[in-house]
């Protein structure tokens, strides 16, 4: 049995939860988030928690069941406090800025690299080198910030190019440092 599926999550004031058979309707002070739970798992709500059970002991619930917790955790604190990504633009000539809803980067192509938001995702920029990626949904911020990673990797010599903020990343000596 999975350690982290048998936790229970536990509902904050604001918060309303709705369970109408394998849907989950979560709203909140930021908004609201709705998924479709796989048949497998039962939900249920008791009290002030929600306690995700497997309807059986086959092992694709097992496998699914600690996944269905933490999806549904994860839109509980969505809709309350909301999630973010910082990411660090690093390199001469660097540098960000938001029009709209478009997060425009200029990081050592021909022309700016254009990346709309999508929708329930908030861009901000500071400094013109941190960008903030912010939203209620955890997969799409996530995804927003690797998107926006992918268009300018950092590179290991010099360390050029848009990073997670408080990433790490392992350098290489170039020629000079062979011996």
């Known amino acids: 049995m999975s350690r982290i599926g048998k936790r229970p999550i536990n509902i904050p004031n604001k918060v309303t939860v709705t369970i109408e058979g394998q ?5 909140g002070p930021k908004g609201e988030l ?3 739970i796989t048949p497998e798992i039962s939900i249920e709500q008791e009290g002030e928690t929600i306690v ?34 910082r990411l660090e633009i690093q390199g001469v000539g660097y540098r960000a800025q938001v029009q709209g ?16 938001a999508p929708e329930g995702i908030q ?19 996530g995804n927003m ?17 848009i990073r997670y903020a408080g990433e790490m ?4 000596a170039g020629k000079t440092g062979k011996k």
């Open 23 to 27: 849907k989950v309707l979560v709203k």
């Open 34 to 36: 709705s998924r479709e």
């Open 52 to 85: 995700v059970k497997p309807r059986n002991d086959s092992r694709r619930a097992r496998q699914r069941y600690g996944l269905s917790r933490t999806l549904v955790a994860n839109m509980v604190e969505g809709v309350s406090n909301g999630y973010q990504k």
């Open 101 to 116: 809803t478009k997060l425009i980067l200029n990081v050592g192509y021909s022309k700016p690299v254009e990346m709309p």
């Open 123 to 141: 861009m901000a920029v500071e400094n013109n080198t941190n960008v903030i990626v912010s939203g209620i949904n955890k997969e799409l911020v």
């Open 145 to 161: 910030a690797a998107k926006i990673r992918a268009v300018r990797p950092p590179e290991v010599y010099k360390g050029k190019g």
């Open 169 to 172: 990343i392992r350098r290489k």
